[in-house]
């Protein structure tokens, strides 16, 4: 994929994974774009861990793989600033 497509994708994947963790409010779309690259990454290596296929082009298959990846960072996320707002 090239880097316009690559933010197109990120973009997309980010701004549904904020929308599902409700986190739309304190992103804008450049953190979008962000969430939803690195979560394509993330999701590419946890699906290969389990047997799976990574983020291989721009069809359903990668965008799910990237969404899972997404949420399960906007999570980690969340949960590193809860955890850190207690010390």
């Known amino acids: 994929m090239n880097i316009i497509l690559w933010l197109i994708f990120g973009a997309l ?3 549904i994974a904020s929308m599902i ?3 739309n409010a304190e992103q804008g779309a450049v953190m979008n774009v ?3 690259i690195v979560g394509a990454v ?3 290596w946890l699906f290969s861990l389990f047997g799976g296929q990574g983020v291989e082009g721009f069809n359903l ?3 799910l793989v990237a969404l899972v990846g997404a949420v399960v960072l906007l999570g980690l996320w969340r949960a590193l ?3 850190s707002a207690r010390v």
Request: charged content about 10%; hydrophobic content about 40%.
């Open 34 to 36: 962000i969430v939803g």
């Open 13 to 15: 994947v980010g701004w």
């Open 81 to 83: 600033r809860r955890t």
């Open 42 to 44: 993330l999701g590419g």
């Open 61 to 63: 298959y990668s965008f």
């Open 21 to 23: 963790m409700g986190t």
